[in-house]
Nanobody
């Protein structure tokens, strides 16, 4: 049974930083491509970042490029999202997800397992 559990969310002022973690179990993590999505109230879920298995190639949404960094620790079966220079528009529920094999990276339908989500709130 695949489980993805996010942690590290919370309340932060604009300009601050947070690091999200996603602990994975029930899958071969080292070879699994992973991603982060977010959903703000009244908006569609949107792609944030992804990282491939193996080489760990990374992909970012334009809105977070240069501010967010996705990484993984295969020994801990955990992926991370370091978020710097946070802005109020980054406020959302953030989701960790496992990408399907042979899929793209940018759409929700590319992913088959999801965490429960964690709230990130950025105040101005």
């Amino acid at each position: 049974q695949v489980q993805l559990v996010e942690s590290g969310g919370g309340l932060v002022q604009a300009g601050g930083s947070l690091r999200l973690s996603c602990a994975a179990s029930g899958l071969t993590f080292s070879s699994s491509a992973m991603g982060w999505f977010r959903q703000a109230p009244g908006k569609e879920r949107e792609f944030v970042a992804a990282i491939s298995g193996g080489r760990g190639t990374t992909y970012y949404a334009d809105s977070v490029k240069g501010r967010f960094t996705i990484s993984r620790d295969n020994a801990k079966n955990t992926q991370y999202l370091q978020m710097n220079s946070l802005a109020p528009e980054d406020t959302a529920v953030y989701y960790c997800a496992r990408r399907k094999a042979y899929s793209g990276s940018y759409y929700s339908y590319d992913y088959d397992y999801w965490g429960q989500g964690i709230q990130v709130t950025v105040t101005s």
